[in-house]
């Protein structure tokens, strides 16, 4: 009887490659970094394709975020991605607003308005409201005699969490996932 073994050690090297990439600060850990930064980013990019309930000019919301997604902090074992814009927050973890600089918060209501402040539009007046939850309302009036309500002003407005705010984590860990292998091969 004859036996033939070849032997041939293709994990080895693979696995030695993965425990000096996972090593604190290694270069799997940064990569694995990237690729969540890099999925962040597609995500708010995809939701500035989304365009604004009202129709009227893009203020680019989500663009801005994904400009503000700062390169990953390794940390030991653990990654950090930041995501620097301030109104982040609001969208993820919902919550009142207030008004700092003025009485009331001003809401569009027309897309002429949307993305502006009330002290850029000419022609503005304002209409008490009877409303329990709006101060009043500021309009134009139109060329036939109407009028338009351009914003409703509120003393604070409460919102919900934005459920799309971030991606799904699926959507990161396949992302991560598929550059570590990528690392590994």
Same mark, same amino acid.
């Given at each position: 009887?004859?036996?033939?073994?070849?032997?041939?050690?293709?994990?080895?090297? %693979?696995?030695?490659?993965? #425990?000096?990439?996972?090593?604190?600060?290694?270069? +799997?850990?940064?990569?694995?970094?990237?690729?969540?930064?890099?999925?962040?980013? &597609?995500?708010?990019?995809? &939701?500035? #394709?989304?365009?604004?309930?009202?129709?009227? !000019?893009?203020?680019?919301?989500?663009?801005?975020?994904? !400009?503000?997604?700062?390169?990953?902090?390794?940390?030991?074992?653990?990654? !950090?991605? #930041?995501?620097?814009?301030?109104?982040?927050?609001?969208?993820?973890?919902?919550?009142?607003?207030?008004? &700092?600089?003025?009485?009331?918060?001003?809401? @569009?209501?027309?897309? +002429?308005?949307?993305?502006?402040?009330?002290?850029?539009?000419?022609?503005?007046?304002?209409?008490?409201?009877? %409303?329990?939850?709006?101060?009043?309302?500021?309009? #134009? &009036? !139109?060329?036939?005699?109407?009028?338009? @309500?351009?914003?409703?002003?509120?003393?604070?407005?409460?919102?919900? @969490?934005? @459920?799309?705010?971030?991606?799904?984590?699926?959507?990161?860990?396949?992302?991560?996932?598929?550059?570590?292998?990528?690392?590994?091969?």
């Amino acid at each position: 009887m004859v036996t033939v073994s070849i032997a041939r050690d293709d994990v080895s090297p %693979s696995l030695g490659r993965t #425990r000096a990439g996972a090593a604190s600060g290694g270069a +799997l850990l940064r990569v694995l970094g990237r690729a969540g930064a890099n999925s962040l980013i &597609r995500h708010f990019r995809d &939701r500035n #394709r989304t365009p604004n309930r009202l129709g009227g !000019e893009r203020t680019n919301f989500w663009s801005r975020v994904a !400009e503000s997604v700062n390169a990953p902090v390794i940390s030991g074992s653990r990654i !950090e991605i #930041r995501v620097s814009h301030p109104a982040i927050a609001q969208k993820v973890y919902g919550g009142t607003i207030v008004p &700092r600089k003025a009485k009331a918060l001003a809401i @569009p209501v027309d897309r +002429l308005a949307y993305g502006k402040s009330p002290r850029v539009m000419d022609g503005l007046f304002f209409v008490p409201s009877t %409303s329990s939850g709006a101060v009043g309302i500021l309009a #134009r &009036r !139109e060329s036939g005699g109407g009028i338009r @309500p351009m914003y409703v002003l509120k003393r604070s407005v409460t919102q919900q @969490p934005d @459920p799309k705010a971030l991606p799904a984590d699926a959507e990161v860990t396949t992302a991560m996932r598929e550059a570590s292998a990528d690392f590994i091969a």
